[in-house]
């Protein structure tokens, strides 16, 4: 849950989340666009779950988290059989 912090004004008091600054904290939200976007366009390491994105080139993904070599396509350690069953 995201801190709070809170402002008198006269006689009304409201509560704003000091992450997005906004009185009912959109942060959280399922609709989370920024979030939306990740999850479609990245997978995660299969070693460490690192969102990682692949802009073009083969689906030989080398993690710079944790150093894992893997697949793009297939999401496992990457093997000769990854290189040449679906090299692009």
Same mark, same amino acid.
Request: net charge negative.
């Given at each position: 849950?995201?801190?709070?912090?809170?402002?008198?004004? +006269?006689? @009304?008091?409201?509560?704003? =989340?000091?992450? =997005?600054? &906004?009185?009912?904290?959109?942060?959280? *939200? /399922?609709?989370?666009?920024?979030?939306?976007?990740?999850?479609?366009? /990245?997978? *995660?390491?299969?070693?460490? +779950?690192?969102? /990682? @994105?692949?802009?073009? $080139?083969?689906?030989?993904?080398? =993690?710079?988290?944790? $150093?894992?070599? %893997? =697949?793009? *396509?297939?999401?496992? &350690? %990457?093997? &000769?059989?990854? +290189?040449?069953?679906?090299?692009?």
């Amino acid at each position: 849950m995201m801190k709070m912090m809170s402002w008198e004004d +006269q006689d @009304e008091f409201f509560t704003f =989340c000091r992450k =997005c600054n &906004e009185r009912d904290c959109v942060c959280h *939200k /399922t609709d989370d666009l920024t979030r939306n976007t990740i999850e479609a366009t /990245t997978r *995660k390491c299969p070693n460490c +779950q690192c969102s /990682t @994105e692949r802009n073009g $080139g083969c689906s030989h993904i080398h =993690c710079t988290n944790c $150093g894992y070599d %893997w =697949c793009f *396509k297939c999401v496992k &350690e %990457w093997t &000769e059989n990854c +290189q040449w069953d679906h090299w692009f």
